[in-house]
């Protein structure tokens, strides 16, 4: 069966389509993780956050009475030296905290506040042509506490 479209309906396709198209080539801001350890610092240059380590991407669960680890990737940079030896010798850190910011406000809006964190195993990767080497890490605290900020869609 076809459907036969008026001039003033497929007019009205072609406007939505090409508004579609222009709107879609924005991008949304991407939000920015950051992740403190207790004397270990990284290269963050935000204000809020400085010395900071740039987290690209992290996972973290809990099961029944206990923290699960938190698996990280960062890219290479001066916390790489320190956490490796911090995974080697399996040594805990009194604190740690990572911290998820609306990169459009500026708003911190979920933090997990660790304490006797331990770095559980550590890696880094890189090959030739793909930019910054990277980092992979997981965490495990002994106790951890997660607290969430309502975002404002206008305001963060």
């Known amino acids: 069966m076809k459907t036969r479209l008026t001039g003033s309906t497929r007019k009205a396709i072609q406007i939505v389509a090409t508004a579609g198209i222009a709107l879609g080539a924005v ?24 010395d900071w380590i740039e987290v ?9 009475g206990r923290c699960s680890q938190i698996s990280i990737q960062k890219s290479v940079d001066r916390s790489t030296p320190g956490l490796m030896e911090l995974a080697a010798f399996q040594k805990p850190v009194a604190s740690a905290t990572l911290a ?26 890189g ?30």
Request: glycine fraction near 8%; proline fraction near 6%; include cysteine.
């Open 27 to 50: 991008p949304a801001a991407a939000d920015q993780i950051f992740l403190q350890i207790a004397n270990l610092p990284g290269e963050s240059l935000d204000k809020a956050h400085k």
């Open 56 to 64: 690209l991407s992290y996972s973290q669960g809990v099961s029944a």
């Open 100 to 125: 998820v910011v609306n990169s459009e406000y500026g708003v911190e809006y979920l933090k997990v506040a660790m304490t006797g964190v331990i770095v559980n195993d550590h890696a880094y990767s």
């Open 127 to 156: 090959c030739d042509g793909c930019g910054r080497p990277s980092d992979y890490m997981s965490l495990t605290p002994s106790s951890m506490t997660i607290s969430y900020r309502r975002q404002n869609p206008s305001t963060g």
